[in-house]
């Protein structure tokens, strides 16, 4: 039996809707904002982290700050490894975002560090995040807030 037209547009419909509710891209002048995200918490937990791709068109800029209302403060933040091998965090004051480039905050690296959450970070949530850029301006997008995954063991010291 061959679907009808009308069921066959229903599910085009339904499936541009879906690509549409998981796609959040944001733009800042030359400035785009691929797919920001956070990893869900738990309860009691404090920070949370959060992660996007942050690409370049135009001339050289910085992220400098950011802010939340789901958090006390947000601070930019990478991981190094230390002497000892064990990996650290340390705040940074700005990234560099080179002309012509991107820069992606992800897990293990470059990220925003959200501090004093108010609340736990709910699976399937989306989380407002204030960007701040040093030429380009400042823009909020929402961080659509993952599922944890199993990641491999690592050490990890503040």
Request: no cysteine; net charge neutral.
């Amino acid at each position: 039996m061959k679907p009808s037209l009308a069921a066959r547009l229903a599910a085009l419909a339904l499936a541009t809707l879906a690509t549409t509710a998981f796609a959040h891209d944001y733009q800042l002048g030359a400035i785009e904002i691929g797919h920001p995200w956070a990893r869900a918490t738990v309860p009691g937990q404090s920070v949370g982290g959060g992660y996007v791709k942050l690409s370049n068109g135009g001339t050289a800029d910085r992220l400098v700050g950011a802010s939340s209302p789901a958090a006390v403060r947000v601070e930019l933040h990478t991981h190094e490894m230390g002497a000892d091998g064990v990996a650290r965090m340390r705040q940074v004051q700005a990234i560099d975002l080179p002309a012509k480039s991107a820069v992606e905050l992800k897990p293990g690296g470059l990220h925003l560090m959200l501090i004093d959450l108010k609340a736990p970070l709910a699976e399937g949530a989306r989380v407002p995040v204030t960007l701040r850029f040093e030429r380009a301006g400042e823009t909020t997008v929402e961080l659509a807030v993952e599922a944890v995954t199993p990641a491999a063991p690592m050490q990890h010291q503040h």
